[in-house]
């Protein structure tokens, strides 16, 4: 079954490929789909599960109303997940953006259930030496989400992280998977805004707990987000922690931009999968 029940929630999952567990986990307002321009490669080598994070896409709430979203609520649901398709064995985690903070909070918190995770660029803007003007500029946001609507926010935050990451394509423009995934996200981009940026971008994480779990963590960015804010938190993250920091190809928005050469760098950095011990 596509549904995991979960407190509160089902979750909905998709498990493809062959080898060991890689969960790979979206940014905000993302869900399984947005991984299928990566799936042909890593499922060579990993076997791959990929989910809609409760309160987006086809995954569900119970009770159905939109609520706020909290990093531990998604990190928790990302090790049920585990436990569910990888009882007893740690697995590799890939996060991206909101999906890297995911990620960070569940290695924290469950050790034993990573093997290894690359967190791509986490907004956790928080740990910024500026993090009072950086959640500023996600007030900014909010405001004018709330004032003048999703278009203005939109333009205001791509312009804030330079460029970084691509606007959604049009669906017209789509074959009928990824017409029906931009479909989603777009439905998808409100909920991030009203109920999920402001608390991730706040997150904070737990450095004493990363830093027993650094041989398993790799903080990475984007090539193209140097100098930019998207780039900032996992270098100061890798900084602090003393485990370096992996450049991958493309901005913000890599994996979907540049995908061939983004899934090369992520199976180089995490090993080659199935034949890694």
């Known amino acids: 079954m596509p549904f995991l029940r979960v407190p509160g929630a089902e979750l909905y999952h998709e498990v493809s490929g062959r080898g060991p567990v890689l969960l790979l986990l979206p940014g905000g307002g993302g869900d399984a789909a947005v991984f299928d321009v990566l799936a042909g490669p890593l499922a060579e080598r990993f076997t791959l599960v990929t989910l809609d994070p409760r309160g987006y896409s086809r ?56 093997r290894r995770l690359v967190a791509h660029e986490p907004p956790c803007f928080a740990v910024l030496p500026d993090a009072d003007a950086q959640l500023a500029f996600v007030e ?17 935050f791509l312009a804030g992280i330079g460029g970084t990451m691509k606007a959604l394509l049009d669906p017209a423009s789509l074959p009928p998977r990824a017409a029906a995934m931009m ?7 409100p909920l991030m805004m009203e109920h999920e940026l402001r608390s991730f971008t706040a997150y904070r994480p737990d450095l004493a707990a990363l830093a027993a779990a650094g041989d398993r963590l790799v903080l990475a960015a984007g090539r193209g987000s140097r100098g930019q804010l998207p780039y900032r938190p996992a270098a100061v993250l890798a900084e602090r922690l003393g485990v370096g920091l992996v450049e991958f190809p493309g901005a913000h928005s890599g994996f979907t931009d540049e995908p061939a050469a983004f899934a090369d760098r992520l199976i180089d950095v995490l090993g080659g999968g199935a034949g890694v011990g």
Do not use: K
């Not at 998604?74 to 909101?98: M, N």
């Not at 479909?183 to 981009?189: G, Q």
């Open 59 to 114: 995954s569900r709430l119970d009770p159905p109303e939109p609520v706020g979203q909290r990093v531990e609520v998604q990190s928790d649901d990302a090790r049920r997940l585990l436990d569910a398709v990888s009882p007893g064995r740690p697995a590799y985690v890939f996060g991206g953006s909101s999906g890297a903070i995911v990620g960070l909070d569940l290695l924290a918190r469950y050790p034993s259930r990573v």
């Open 140 to 156: 900014e946001v909010y405001r004018l989400f709330r004032t003048r609507g999703l278009g203005a926010a939109s333009e205001r």
């Open 183 to 189: 479909s989603r996200l777009m439905a998808n981009a």
